[in-house]
């Protein structure tokens, strides 16, 4: 597998990059398959900074088309649906009628809105559709990029979690500017990037997430291609920032990139760190207490624990709520996941629990309705 190598700044385009990290042999899909371990791909996650924007980017890329072999994204817990439900109030702010959605999914989103606007038409542009019941929106398959050709006009582009998965930020904000008429509104949700990073969390960089785009830089884009922000909002525990944006004329006097050199290497550097002791302890506690040990998400979460060096010796499976998931395997492991029924019954058994700002939910799902003698390991 060839990777496509990022040698400038996704931001300024500065040749200035220094690296920070690198994880070994990474899998390079973060979903469950049947297909025998043998066939996965793995590849080096190194991480690069821009010494004078301070942006941290993923130095390799994964072609699309591995990147993204099969849907895996999926709408499971209170979570998502409360966040896509306060997006949906977010767009029906604007109150457009004919929405082309980007990266849509399952449809979950489209489904919301037209609860609010019946009228409204809704098309999706994504490379694996996958539509859940009741979903009546248009399905379109593909990508958006500069060879995108509309068959209908369109009063707002709407993306929910997509941005972050842009390789080249900064020209996936000059299409959408230049896309359709200058009415066209662009309303999208983006997750609060520095804020997950801050807190930890697991899923804020991988092979999907190859740029920090934390707010300063999505808001420097924006005004360099002319969008001017009409509506911001931080929604949740700062899980997310909804946007709504219009075309404006362009200013001559653009802002600079923000520069945050030493203020993301610091906090890379300690998210590392955290992560490496976290090992050490989780790994301890796995050898000295009792009780059969469980790992809890079919996903980015577990590898990347596995990644860090977690010792799968002592692990009964993997755990996961999504039910598409259970019987298969995850990418890039020898792991099956089951559902978390089977700590029914069990006797004070132990879950390595760290699913981003999931955790609390399932924590509290598993101990109200499946376990309450269970002991959480993170």
Not at 133 to 138: C, K, Q, S
Not at 199 to 207: D, P
Not at 289 to 297: C, H, P, Q, R
Request: glycine share 6%.
């Amino acid at each position: 597998m060839d990777t496509i190598e990022r040698t400038r700044s996704v931001i300024d385009q500065s040749i200035e990059l220094e690296t920070l990290h690198t994880l070994k042999n990474f899998p390079v899909f973060m979903g469950c398959v049947d297909h025998p371990r043998q066939q996965d791909l793995v590849a080096d996650q190194t991480w690069d900074i821009c010494r004078s924007t301070g942006v941290i980017q993923l130095k390799c890329l994964i072609p699309l088309d591995v990147l993204y072999q099969e849907q895996h994204c999926s709408v499971v817990g209170d979570l998502w649906f409360q966040h896509h439900r306060a997006f949906a109030a977010f767009v029906n702010a604007a109150a457009p009628q004919a929405v082309l959605e980007l990266g849509g999914a399952h449809g979950t989103l489209s489904k919301l809105y037209c609860e609010l606007q019946p009228a409204a038409s809704w098309t999706i542009l994504e490379p694996n559709p996958a539509p859940a019941e009741d979903v009546t929106a248009r399905y379109i398959a593909g990508f958006f990029d500069s060879n995108f050709r509309a068959d209908r006009d369109y009063d707002a582009v709407v993306h929910s979690h997509v941005f972050e998965h842009m390789y080249e930020p900064d020209e996936f904000v000059r299409t959408l500017a230049h896309f359709g008429s200058g009415c066209v509104r662009h309303i999208f949700a983006v997750p609060n990037i520095k804020s997950w990073f801050q807190r930890k969390y697991t899923n804020a960089l991988n092979f999907e997430h190859t740029v920090f785009i934390t707010e300063e830089y999505i808001d420097y884009l924006l005004a360099k291609h002319g969008l001017a922000i009409e509506r911001k909002y931080h929604y949740g525990d700062e899980h997310s920032i909804f946007y709504d944006v219009v075309r404006k004329p362009l200013s001559n006097r653009t802002a600079p990139p923000p520069q945050l050199y030493a203020h993301h290497k610091s906090m890379f550097l300690d998210y590392i760190r955290y992560h490496e002791q976290l090992i050490q302890s989780l790994n301890q506690q796995m050898h000295t207490g009792a009780g059969d040990v469980y790992l809890f998400g079919a996903h980015v979460f577990s590898q990347y624990l596995l990644a860090f060096g977690l010792d799968t010796s002592g692990i009964v499976c993997i755990l996961d709520n999504n039910p598409l998931k259970h019987n298969h395997r995850l990418y890039g492991t020898e792991m099956m996941v089951r559902s978390p029924e089977v700590l029914r019954g069990l006797v004070s058994p132990r879950v390595i629990l760290k699913a981003g700002s999931h955790t609390e939910e399932i924590r509290r799902g598993i101990l109200s309705t499946i376990n309450s003698t269970t002991q959480f390991l993170e």
